[in-house]
């Protein structure tokens, strides 16, 4: 399944190349403390009506909510087709998460609690990479 639009939640604004065969949906400017992070995020791409299917981008503390994020699509019949997550704090497992693959980013900037998250996302079997976050995000957007 390819990615048709990649969505930047917010704490993730990263300069996507334009080039990309890919819609960009860049929330990362909607202001919202952490309780009212889903809401927010899944108005703003309720209200976008981007192509299906998604990308979910999510930084740092936003990334645990990536399984609520992906529940609200999946409620409102909005395909993801994969979750990113870099230097994050991880979701606590569910049962009914992940609903598309997990690719974890950790960048150089990342600390120590994020290279041990790391670890906990590879014995999970998700994908873990190292490097920049926009490369990461091009890769994983672009795969067929």
Known sequence: MTTRTVVLTPGASYAVAPELAVAVLDLSHVACDDADWTARSALAIQAAAPEAPLLLVATGPWARHAPALGF???????????????????????????????????????????????????????????????????SVATRA
């Open 72 to 138: 609200a699509q999946r409620s409102a019949r909005r395909t993801v087709g994969g979750y990113l997550l870099i230097d994050p704090e991880l979701p606590a497992p569910g049962a009914d998460w992940p609903d598309a693959p997990v690719t974890v980013v950790v960048t150089p900037l990342a600390d120590g609690d994020t290279r041990t998250s790391a670890l906990a996302a590879r014995l999970r079997g998700w994908e873990v990479l190292e490097g920049d976050a926009v490369t990461s995000i091009e």
